[in-house]
């Protein structure tokens, strides 16, 4: 992914981009998606000149406008932009600087920002995913894998005395910004700013699978109800919940949507769900593959009893083949 970024004369940055929406008649949603970017990132982020536009996105809307804006450039910023900042990126506390490689967005890495996107927090220091550890520490364990080989850093796992919850945490300054600059994701309450699937993932299938697996992963459930399994997905942020519908409708595994929840009781649904999709967090493999194999529904408290037997499944779980068995 080309990272150079472009520094315009002060005002012409704005100009171009307004010039560029106003000569193609585009809305702010239409012009963020033909640069396969965030609109409100496109809108507040790089209109205010607060961020400064990649090379690749500035040579796109020069070409959409059909001017040449390089007489205005005063620098370009190298690749390792993030890196050049110095000081700033120490992460919280005063340790020193926690750099990260340029991550590819690909599976992996759209399954965990997925997962953020669930049950995430953002800050300018960190980025944190929270778990049960009683029940979800492999969970955590195999995004920590995803991190390792995306960022080219260790992350850390915490579990706090006396509390059920396990933390992975991403201390890296650098890491926060360019989620920031590259995605439009905002520091802070992700319901009060809305935050969202970023149009890069949704524009691409095999990206909006991952993510939606790392979305159902932490803020969805596998869960028995009644004589049932149903598969659902939770969430107050009605932006993020809409997008989640779009891409569960369009794989044909979502029936039912409401307020706060999108989902599925039909059992025909979840093996399809299971079958693109899959999971990699073992508690729903396993409400899963039970029922599948001897239609056993399980409570959450019978789940101790089977994790042995899960050890070493292969991830991301899609299908009976993820473990050696013979598919449907």
């Known amino acids: ?108 890495f759209s399954e965990l920002l997925g997962a953020y996107l669930g049950d995430g927090t953002l800050t300018k220091y960190f980025m944190r995913i929270t778990a049960d550890h009683r029940y979800s520490l492999p969970y955590l364990q195999y995004l920590a894998s995803i991190v390792e080989e995306s960022l080219g850093i260790k992350p850390s796992i915490r579990i706090p005395s006396n509390r059920n919850i396990a933390y992975l945490e991403i201390r890296s300054k650098q890491f926060s910004d360019y989620l920031k600059e590259e995605f439009g994701f905002s520091f802070g309450d992700k319901i009060k700013n809305k935050q969202r699937i970023p149009e890069q993932i949704l524009k691409d299938q095999r990206l909006s699978i991952a993510c939606l697996r790392g979305l159902m992963d932490t803020d969805g459930s596998i869960s028995k109800r009644g004589n049932q399994l149903c598969l659902e997905f939770t969430s107050k942020n009605p932006v993020l919940l809409d997008q989640v519908w779009k891409i569960g409708t369009r794989l044909g595994v979502f029936t039912h949507q409401s307020k706060e929840q999108v989902g599925t009781n039909s059992w025909p649904k979840i093996v399809r769900y299971f079958n693109l999709v899959g999971s990699s967090d ?12 001897d239609n056993k529904l399980l409570y959450k408290k019978d789940l101790f009893a089977y994790f042995k037997k899960y050890d070493g499944v292969l991830l991301p779980f899609r299908g009976l083949w993820s473990i050696g068995m013979t598919p449907p």
């Open 282 to 293: 073992r508690i729903h493999i396993i409400r899963f593959n039970e029922k599948f194999c």
């Open 1 to 108: 992914m080309n990272c150079q970024r472009i520094r315009l004369k002060k005002g012409k940055q704005k100009e171009l981009i307004e010039k560029t929406k106003s000569k193609n008649n585009f809305t702010w949603k239409q012009f963020a998606g033909v640069l396969v970017i965030n609109t409100s990132y496109l809108c507040h982020e790089l209109r205010s000149e607060k961020r400064l536009l990649r090379k690749d996105l500035f040579q796109k809307i020069c070409n959409l406008v059909n001017e040449d804006y390089s007489f205005f450039i005063e620098e370009i910023l190298d690749s390792n932009w993030g890196q050049m900042k110095g000081g700033s990126n120490s992460n919280a506390g005063g340790k020193g600087e926690v750099k990260i490689k340029i991550p590819e967005l690909n599976s992996r």
